[in-house]
């Protein structure tokens, strides 16, 4: 990753490192639950568990393939779920058992609500998905722009740097 791509990294580029790009992080459980309750509807390979979950928290919370892996594997190993080889990809589906711990769960709230939810209250999912955009029109520039786009687009960043600060100045 190039330097000027790590700069952008934590902005939701898809970068290690704090920032914009670790909000959406959801506790050790959840993706356990979430996983089953997405299983139960339809039997799925990993990405299409991944898309899942991230649309219905409304892109609020993606969880990763490190994350999504190792909790079928889990799962697998706990008799929850099973794994059958479809057209080059394992697709996963539930147990009895799996149904039956889906089941135990139905009190609870779905992961990917709570998630949707704690960003909608903040506002943060907004201010992240905006600067994610912000990012993406800067690495553009970064990458194609001439010397005077991008002279301008410093100029302009630092003078939204300076808004900002101001705004957080502001009682």
Not at 70 to 76: D, E, G, I, V
Not at 78 to 83: C, S
């Amino acid at each position: 990753m190039s330097s000027f791509a790590r700069t952008f990294a934590g902005f939701g580029m898809g970068g290690p490192g704090p920032g914009f790009g670790q909000p959406g992080r959801a506790r050790r459980g959840d993706i356990r639950t979430a996983v089953l309750r997405v299983l139960a509807d339809e039997p799925m390979h990993g990405y299409q568990i991944i898309q899942e979950i991230s649309a219905r928290s409304g892109g609020t919370w993606n969880p990763s393939a490190g994350s999504v892996y190792p909790t079928l594997q889990l799962l697998a190993d706990e008799g929850l779920v099973v794994a059958k080889e479809t057209g080059g990809k394992k697709v996963f589906s539930l147990t009895d058992a799996g149904t039956a711990a889906v089941a135990d769960l139905a009190d609870e709230p779905a992961p990917w609500d709570v998630a949707a939810a704690s960003s909608d209250q903040s506002g943060f999912g907004a201010l992240r998905e905006a600067g994610g955009r912000l990012a993406a029109a800067v690495l553009q520039i970064g990458r194609s722009g001439d010397k005077t786009q991008i002279m301008s687009t410093i100029e302009i960043l630092n003078t939204a740097r300076k808004q900002v600060y101001t705004l957080l100045a502001q009682d």
